[in-house]
């Protein structure tokens, strides 16, 4: 698949996406096309389709990453992000548009975080960043039941969710419960 015709076949995703509120889309990124991948991705949901989101990010840190997707042309005014990162790495405190929490092993705390964040009926989406990172910090067991938690939390809270995974071998573990309940998983 060329370059463009991959984003045709993303906008395309994101489009059906966009008119539903509930489903929740498995992407599925090579390593060398992840971040160019999740920059598509964010600046077609925050800037064409002016949807704001919330975004769990596992590997990189708010700073880096706000700074990273404004410079590739997304909205974050329309994100607000959940950390797992920076904590582990320096001492920081909760923003306007971020929440930090101490960890990607701390799944209670990130699963409260989403939720109460879900909860102020503010977004329209969660993107989740990614499911790869969440199995380098814990077990496949744990790792299958928090994505097995979180899709069904979206689903209840009526939130439509992306989920990121990157197309290796540890991942790959995962997929089959992504795919039993998730609406969909597109190859990018």
């Known amino acids: 698949m060329t370059a463009h015709s991959n984003k045709e076949h993303i906008k395309e995703a994101l489009k059906a996406l966009s008119k539903t509120t509930t489903d929740i889309y498995v992407f599925i990124s090579p390593v060398e096309d ?19 989101g919330i975004h769990v990010t596992l590997n990189a840190s708010y700073k880096s990453l706000s700074n990273d997707l404004k410079s ?38 990130l699963s409260l975080a989403i939720t109460d964040t879900i909860n102020t009926g503010d977004y329209d ?5 990614s499911i790869s990172t969440l199995l380098i910090h814990n077990e496949l067991r744990t790792a299958e039941k928090f994505s097995h938690y979180l899709i069904n939390k979206l689903k209840h809270l009526d ?16 997929l089959p419960i992504l795919s039993q309940v998730c609406d969909k998983c597109i190859h990018c």
């Open 34 to 52: 992840y971040h160019k991948n999740n920059y598509f991705i964010l600046k077609y949901l925050t800037k064409t389709l002016k949807l704001k």
């Open 125 to 129: 989406f969660l993107f989740f960043d």
């Open 159 to 174: 939130l439509r969710g992306i989920i990121i995974s990157l197309d290796e071998e540890d991942s790959k573990r995962l």
């Open 72 to 109: 590739n042309g997304t909205n974050t005014e329309n994100l607000f992000f959940i950390d797992g990162i920076s904590k582990t790495q320096e001492k920081v405190s909760n923003t306007k548009n971020c929440i930090f929490i101490q960890s990607p092993r701390g799944l209670t705390e």
